[in-house]
C-alpha cells in the first residue's frame, strides 16, 4: 500500500488479540506500517504519539466503546480516516458511525481484498483533501501578495505625481521664509519680543518644510524605482560609503554605525543609487531604534547568484504583532511628526524591483536584523539598458 513516496500508516484498534495481530501480519505483507492498540484509551494514546493516516476502529469493546472513541478521534485528528469494523448483526453502528464522521463500515468476518480497498480509498481520500488545503493555503498568500502589490503599484503613480506637486509649492514656502528672515534681520523697527516671535515662527516654518521634503523625497525614491538603472558597483564598497552618510545621524543617536566585508569584492549589476537608497533606510532605523552606546553593523556577504547586505542593530527589538505590518506603507510608532511610516515600505517596492528579496528578523530585548539579497546579474527585463548589459 504505496501511494508516492509513502507508505499508508493504519492503527489497528481491537480488543481481540488473534483478529488484530492476524490482520496486522496481512497488511504488513501489503507494505503498510502498522500500530495496535487493544482498547479505545490505548488508541488515543497511540495516535497522540504517533498519528496515522486510517484507523480500523473496532465498534465494540470493552470501556470506552468504538464510537465514543471514534468521536474523540475525529476531535484530535481531523486529518486522520476511520474505517469502523461492525459485528454483522448490527449495521446500525456502521451506520451511526458514518454520520459521525468515518469513512466507512466492514462487518466481520472481514474479506481482506475489500478492506485494503477501503483502506485505498481512504487513504487517497485524506491525500486529496491535504492537497487541497495547500492549495488553498498558497491561494490566500498569493491573494494577499497580489493585494499588496496593487497598493504599492498604486501608491508608486500616486506618489510621483504628489511628490512632483508638493515639491513646487515647498520650495516656494522656503525661499519666502527665507526672504523674511534676512528682511527681518534688516528691520531695526521691530521690538525685541517681536522678534523673538518672528524667529520662532520662521523656525517652525523651516522645520515643517524640512519634514515635508523628507516625505516626498522618499516618495519620489519610490517612484524613481520604477525606472531602475543598472551598472555594475561593488557592495561592500556601497556599504562603505552608506556608513560615511550615515556618520553624523549616529552621532546624533550617540550610537555606532560600521561595515564589516565578508567579501571585499561583491560585484553586482544591480542600480547603486536605489541599493544605497535601501541601506540608508535600514541603518537610520537601526540608529534611530538603539539606546545611546548601540550599534548598527551592515554585514556583506554572497554567493555566486546573489549579493546580500544584512544590517542588524543591538536596539529594543520589534514586538511580534508589529512585525506583520512594518512594511506596511504610513505604518509607524514613531512619535507624529518624526516617522514617515514610508521607509520601509519603499525599501521594500525598490528590493523587489531589483529581483531580490527584503527580510526580518526580530528578537525582543536583542535586536533586529535586515536581510537585504539582490540578484547579482540583472533579472530579465524589458528595460532597454538592463538588455543592453546582458548582451
Ligand atoms: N531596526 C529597527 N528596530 C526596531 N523597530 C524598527 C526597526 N526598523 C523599523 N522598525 C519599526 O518599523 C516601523 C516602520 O519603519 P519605516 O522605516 O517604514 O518608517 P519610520 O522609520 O517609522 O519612518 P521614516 O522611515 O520616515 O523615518 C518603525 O516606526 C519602527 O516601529
Ligand atoms: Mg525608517
Redesign the pocket.
Known sequence: MWRGERRTRILIVDDESGFRESLARRLEKRGAVINQAGNGLDALASLAQEPVDVVLLDVRMPGMDGLAVLERIRQAHPDTEIILITGNVNTNEGVAGIKAGAFDYLTKPIEIEHLIGKIRQAFDKLVRSQEQAREERFRVRMEAQLIAADRLAALGTLSAGTAHEINNPLAIINDSAGWLKSRAAKDESIAPAMRKDLDLALEKIETSVKRAR?ITH?LLSFARSADTMTKEFNLSELAVEVVELTRKTAAECQAEVSAACEVKDMRVWSDPYQVRQVLI?LV???L??VAPGGMVEIIITGNEKDAIAVVR?N????PPE?LAR?FEPF????PPGE???????VSRGIIEKLGGQIKVDSKLGKG?IFSVSIPRKPIQSTDKQTEDISR
Do not use: V, W
Open positions: 523628507r522618499q533606510n537610520s532605523n537601526g534611530q531604534a542593530d536596539g529594543p527589538g520589534i508589529n512594518i505604518f509607524t510608532t514613531k516617522g514617515t511610516g514610508l521607509g520601509l515600505s533586529t
